[in-house]
């Protein structure tokens, strides 16, 4: 195991395993020079007064042991998260072959950090930690072999932020072996049962390559490789999630410790519905960064929002999850580059710089349900979404707008935008032109939200036409959304338009209206034909007014319109047998 002082890393493991053993097995350190202890039913009292925090531990045992054979130890105690316990063994002497076993069960996080001298800060975990290990050193202290295993059993993980949910650990392993011939640690197995995650994985990490002399590679980097063992699963954590399948993935990494540096050479993974590849790197020595590329080729939108990160542009992905049911990513690309202070940001849902996030994608075939409560979902979308790190939009090329009744408009053109999502809750507009039955406009003005400020003063069921028209809505967008602030607009015109009982029975005819509905109320006007003769209308109704609307009504009242509303032409004198322009006030 020895190397040149270049290689920093593998100086420190081994510094570290050749540490563990004088310790053990020298008569000159502190253990090597006993030969028996024993303690049974002691009490410990640890004061860490450099971290303002105290430790009491009943039950403690231990026991020290050293024969012919070589030295047992035994530690045990009773502490705040229960009972944890630490069993080695080590023979051999400085100079001489020498082996060293341990077994350590059921530490907690906050033992951890007291055994090591430091505070852990970012997160917190109830989750406990065991871990065995093994290894033998030859005379010259060179590593002839070592394994090992670390377990983290049930418990919750949680950041160390506002919002973040805990996320539940069922059980994650990792086991380790020195392949002395390859010169390789081996990586398996690697089970990971945690936050909805089920995966197997396995591989290798290599160390950098002996040098002698002044020789200095290129790059003396880490080698870390891991693949999927068998097919995993990512399970919901909600009734509107689904379960996402991962077939393959495949990970190829490089740490370079001097450097304090990981490169990403290569993040795969792929199942039915999700194909995905990431490349990047994170700096962690002196400033720390993360910059990363991440690829998506026809994959549902259902599992890659299931990956979405929960800290990363928060309002976007929570309207994103809970509207967008469904849709195929057939290309995206997300580039991200956070340094410590955008991170921080994040992590108390405040936006990153606006140039550290960039997204780009083409989406089909996708689905958005109750924009507003009650209003239709917009299927079969097509467009392009674009994503920064403060702002968000997407631009429809086509879609279908299916109201509760069963009727259809075509969706021509439309967008999505947050233009800042620093401002909490985040403002959103929502545009689309639609085009289609003049009914299903209706069915639209009659949801609650949009109804109790301008609903048509008739039946849907009298209306037939058609219309070609934009609808606007301004609402919010987040936790903190408010009802109150969603606003709509809706500016169409009708073609061939006919409205049945308009005026007692007679039907409005061959109409074309423009329809202008929006907060300070509703406002059609235009011309058709009624009783059979042309006309033209102005009607109106206020904001929030449920009464009947008024209308003026202006038309031509020839013979042939008074004998169709039902007045004797013989009944009337000459004068009114003349055209007539009638002006009605409804």
Known sequence: LKSSNHFALLNII???????????????????????????????????????????YSDVSLSLDKGASGMLFSLGATGPSGRWTADAFANGSPGKQREFRATIRDLSIDEISLI?????????????????????????????????????????????????????????????????????????????????????????????????????????????????????????????????????????????????????????????????????????????????????????????????????????????????????IKHARLSGDFDAAAITAMRYE???PDESVQADGEIIDAVVENVIPGLAPISAINGVLHVTGRTASFKARSGIFETSS?????????????????????????????????EAVADILNVPTIKDYASLPVEASNLKGRLDGKFHLDFEVGDLARDENTKFSVDATTTDLSVEHLIGKEKLEAAALHVVANPNGLRVDGSGKIYGAPITMDLQRAFGDKGV??????????????????????EHTSELQSRETISYAV
Do not use: C
């Not at 097995?25 to 971290?51: E, F, K, N």
């Not at 609307?549 to 013989?570: C, L, Y």
């Open 14 to 56: 081994a510094g570290a395993l050749q540490g563990v053993m004088d310790l053990a097995t020298d008569r000159a350190s502190v253990v090597g020079s006993l030969d028996r202890v024993g303690v049974l039913h002691g009490s410990l009292s640890i004061d860490d007064q450099s971290h303002d925090r105290k430790f009491n």
């Open 116 to 328: 090591g001298g430091f505070r852990l800060s970012g997160f917190d975990t109830d989750a406990p930690l065991s871990v065995d290990m093994n290894f033998t050193l030859a005379p010259n202290n060179s590593l002839l072999n070592a394994g090992g295993r670390l377990e983290v059993g049930k418990g919750y993980f949680r950041l160390d932020e506002p919002d973040h949910e805990p996320v539940m650990i069922q059980h994650i392993e990792l086991g380790l072996r020195w392949d002395n011939d390859q010169k390789k640690l081996q990586l398996s197995p690697i089970d990971f049962k945690a936050g909805g995650f089920d995966m197997a994985m396995s591989g290798f990490a290599q160390p950098p390559p002996e040098t002698s002399g002044d020789k200095v590679l290129s790059d003396d980097s880490w080698r870390i490789s891991l693949n999927l063992s068998k097919p995993s699963k990512v399970y919901p954590e909600r009734s509107t999630e689904e379960v996402v399948e991962v077939n393959e993935g495949r990970l190829d990494a490089r740490l370079n410790y001097g450097q304090g540096k990981i490169l990403f050479d290569k993040f795969a993974f792929s199942g039915p519905d999700i194909h995905a590849r990431l490349t990047g790197y994170l700096d962690f020595k002196e400033k720390f960064r993360i910059v990363y590329h991440l690829d998506a080729d026809n994959t549902r939108i259902k599992s890659i929002a299931r990956l979405w990160p929960t800290h990363v542009t928060p309002p976007v992905r929570v309207w994103f999850v809970e509207h967008v049911t469904s849709g195929i």
């Open 350 to 352: 405040r936006p990153p």
């Open 406 to 438: 069963g009727r259809q408009l075509s969706l021509s053109e439309g967008q999505f935008a947050i233009a800042d999502n620093a401002i909490k809750p985040p403002p959103a507009t929502l545009d689309i032109r639609l085009s289609g039955d003049v």
């Open 549 to 570: 609307a008024q209308a003026q009504v202006n038309f031509i009242f020839d013979e042939a319109a008074r004998q169709r509303a039902g007045f004797r032409s013989e």
